[in-house]
């Protein structure tokens, strides 16, 4: 959840597992049932992810849509490709 006002939000680190997974102390096991997402694929900085949000959120307003959860899939790591402009995250918004 993101609190405009404190300017505080929750998140977590995720990997993706399988139901069989043994439970790993000091982690917890999260398990999202199947469910529909929009997907925007965002080429560049995180700072410029605004416009991608933005973008969602209005898709969601428009089509009358809730969102549950936000996912971001990382799939550049900035340590190894230090132009910014070639980093790929994609964002899932899991709506209802």
Known sequence: AID???KETDLAAAAPINEESK???????I?????????????GP???????YAALEEYLLAHK????WVIEEYFSDPAVEK?????????????K
Do not use: C, N, Q
């Not at 849509?65 to 549950?68: D, M």
């Open 4 to 6: 405009e006002v404190r």
């Open 23 to 29: 439970e790993i102390e000091g982690f917890k096991k």
């Open 31 to 43: 398990i999202i049932p199947e469910s529909k997402a929009l997907v925007l694929m965002h080429y």
């Open 46 to 52: 995180f700072e410029d992810m605004v416009k991608a």
């Open 65 to 68: 849509l809730k969102k549950e």
């Open 83 to 95: 132009d910014s402009s070639k980093w790929k995250t994609a964002i899932y918004f899991i709506v």
